[in-house]
């Protein structure tokens, strides 16, 4: 019997979950909890075998509890289950030390090969899923000062209330955006916002 834990704030989904996962009969939901406090606690107390991580939660996103796990034991088995499927949700994903990575539109048959081929040890990535991991690897990383900047773009900020805002130089800001827009391959402050959205750098709920 597969032993899993599911960690999502959203409490129907998580019904939903539990359902269509024991329904299958060889899989049992040992606990479900709604945030990465209470992920880290119900894997010290029930040692699942495999972890089915959100990536959107209050307080500590699914990266991040994924990263505190792996580092409290590299074994651990984590599933992410998200809405988001830009290359940056992936590769953060990746970079944390998941082991699979589906969205939440996937049919219950794809969400059980997952868990069964990530309880096996194996990593799951669909096609489209490996293809972004793939592009993201090829594609120049962004400097935090970088994505700064972008957040900043996003509110529609000019270059002199970025320059106050960063405190730092309209001469660097310039700087900043045309090494930002080189490495999206774009060619103005649009095109930068719309290229960071799709690919998830970030989320214009953030």
Sequence with gaps: MTKILIVDDHS??????????ESYGEMEVIADVSNGKEALEAFEKNRPDVIIMDMRMPEANGAEVTQLLVEKDPEARILILSVYEGEEDVWRAVEAGASGYLTKGADTPDLLEAITSVARGENYFPARIAQK???????????????????????????????????????TVKLHLSNLFEKLGVADRTQAVVAAVQRGILHLDD
């Design 133 to 171: 991991i793939k592009r993201r690897r090829e594609r120049h990383h962004l400097t935090n000062r970088e994505i700064e900047a972008l957040q900043l773009l996003v509110r529609g900020l000019s270059n002199k209330e970025i320059s106050s805002e960063l405190n730092i130089s309209e001469a």
């Design 12 to 21: 129907l989904l998580r019904l939903g979950l539990i359902e269509a996962i």
